[in-house]
Nanobody, 131 residues
Framework: QVHLVESGGGLVQPGGSLRLSCAGS????????IGWFRQAPGKEREGVSC????????YYADSVKGRFTISRDNAKNTIYLQMNNLKPEDTATYYC????????????????????????WGKGTLITVSS
């Protein structure tokens, strides 16, 4: 059985940093395109950052460029999202997702808005940015 388990969320002050982790079990993440999405109450799911193994591309939403970094550690079967200079508008539940379908990172950011378009999702971790 496949599981993606996010961790690293919590309460942080504006300007602070967090690193989210997404550990895979029952699946080898090396071969998957990966993405981080977020959803705030009353808002649509948004692609935050994605990484494609299909073409090596990465994607960052304009709102997080220069502040967030996506990465993966295949030895640990884990993907990460380093988040710096957090802002109140970053408050949301963050989800990791993967797909084996060939696509660019930007395509993944769009495809992932459809829950059923991806292969697997984590259950999410809440980040609250507040003073």
């Amino acid at each position: 059985q496949v599981h993606l388990v996010e961790s690293g969320g919590g309460l942080v002050q504006p300007g602070g940093s967090l690193r989210l982790s997404c550990a895979g079990s029952g699946v080898v993440l090396d071969y998957y395109n990966i993405g981080w999405f977020r959803q705030a109450p009353g808002k649509e799911r948004e692609g935050v950052s994605c990484m494609s193994v299909s073409d090596g591309s990465t994607y960052y939403a304009d709102s997080v460029k220069g502040r967030f970094t996506i990465s993966r550690d295949n030895a640990k079967n884990t993907i990460y999202l380093q988040m710096n200079n957090l802002k109140p508008e970053d408050t949301a539940t963050y989800y990791c997702t993967v797909t084996a379908r060939a696509m660019t990172a930007q395509e993944l950011a769009v495809e992932g808005k459809d829950y059923h378009a991806m292969d697997y999702w984590g259950k999410g971790t809440l980040i609250t940015v507040s003073s």
